[in-house]
């Protein structure tokens, strides 16, 4: 079993170190907050008055905290508990923080010979609760190795996402896509409403459809990421329904300020020669717009 200390005991941390505890880890816990840890010592964990005491003799050291700066104020801060990491110790970040935070916080830890890996987690607290967290997993292969045991009575799944710093980077990347789609979803089903569809319908067209499915598995595929831009269906016309599509919202007066931007975009793809090219193509216009592209 290991000896492992716990930081930031809120939503995801109590329930993830209440996990390790009920495999039988030795889990020495801190927060600022002293009800979350009365939580967590009634239930058989340590604590100590002071960072330094708490990580004292720990094989893995776990945050798991709102941002960044936070991170690296548990670590490097005043209080902080750099100075008491153990020997060939693991430091594991499970926070979702910025992912240039994240390489300098691994970069100065590395600098004192000390291991660090970042492990940001997938899913929902009820996941924490039930220990099926998706654990993006960002280290050496070998650090991945030493932590898989601890880390899979946190989650039930751990993917290797290819190297230090690779795990904070995928879990920005998932967010990115799922909160912007959470916005675009809340226009679509709003333009519904005022439209007096019933949702139930429009959700059984659009789950058949790339609306719903998503694009990188369904039009994808075989067009653009095979380099084929001839059209399946032309940005012209995708360019046209969208424009349909706002120009109903407006008069019933529904903003669709993500739909206003994505319509933009066809324009812009439009007015760069691409109207004929198939609607798919509009990653080369947004890569070409990034300078990814010639
Ligand atoms: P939370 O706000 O519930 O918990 C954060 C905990 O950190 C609190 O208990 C707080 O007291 C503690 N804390 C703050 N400053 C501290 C300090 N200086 N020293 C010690 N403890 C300190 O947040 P959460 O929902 O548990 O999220 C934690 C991380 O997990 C965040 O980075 C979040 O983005 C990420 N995350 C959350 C979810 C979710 O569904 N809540 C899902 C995936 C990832």
């Not at 609760?129 to 991945?144: C, K, P, R, S, V």
């Not at 967010?175 to 139930?200: G, H, K, Q, V, Y």
Request: glycine content about 8%; charged content about 15%.
């Amino acid at each position: 079993m290991a000896k492992i200390a716990f930081i930031g005991l809120g939503q995801m941390g109590s329930p993830m170190a209440t996990n390790l505890l009920k495999k039988g880890h030795e889990v020495s816990v801190y927060d600022i907050n002293l009800a979350a840890i009365e939580k967590l010592t009634a239930l058989g964990a340590a604590s100590s008055p002071t960072l330094n005491e708490v990580v004292q003799g720990c094989e893995f050291i776990i945050t798991m905290l709102p941002n960044g700066k936070l991170v690296e104020h548990v670590i490097f801060g005043e209080q902080g508990f750099v100075n008491a990491i153990a020997p060939n110790a693991l430091v594991i970040d499970m926070s979702t923080i910025h992912p240039f935070e994240s390489d300098q916080i691994r970069e100065k830890l590395n600098a004192l010979d000390i291991q660090f890996m970042d492990a940001p987690v997938g899913r929902t607290s009820d996941n924490a609760i039930a220990g099926t967290l998706l654990i993006l997993a960002g280290g050496t292969d070998e650090q991945i190795a030493k932590a898989s045991d601890i880390l899979l009575c946190m989650g039930s799944e751990i993917i290797n996402t290819g190297g230090p710093g690779h795990g904070i980077r995928v879990k920005l990347i998932n967010n990115f896509m799922s909160i912007s789609l959470n916005a675009l979803s809340a226009e679509t089903a709003t333009l519904c409403e005022a439209l007096d569809l019933p949702f139930d319908i429009a959700m059984r067209v659009m789950q058949g459809t790339p609306a719903n499915k998503g694009h990188f598995t369904t039009t994808w595929p075989n067009k653009v990421l095979k380099g084929d831009l001839s059209p399946a269906f032309m940005i012209d016309l995708a360019h046209k329904d969208l424009g349909i599509a706002l120009d109903v919202a407006n008069q019933l007066h529904v903003p669709l300020a993500m739909g206003a931007a994505s319509r933009e975009l066809y324009s812009q793809a439009r007015a760069m020669g691409r109207g004929k090219q198939d609607w798919t193509a509009i990653l080369e216009h947004v890569r070409f717009c990034s300078g990814l592209t010639k």
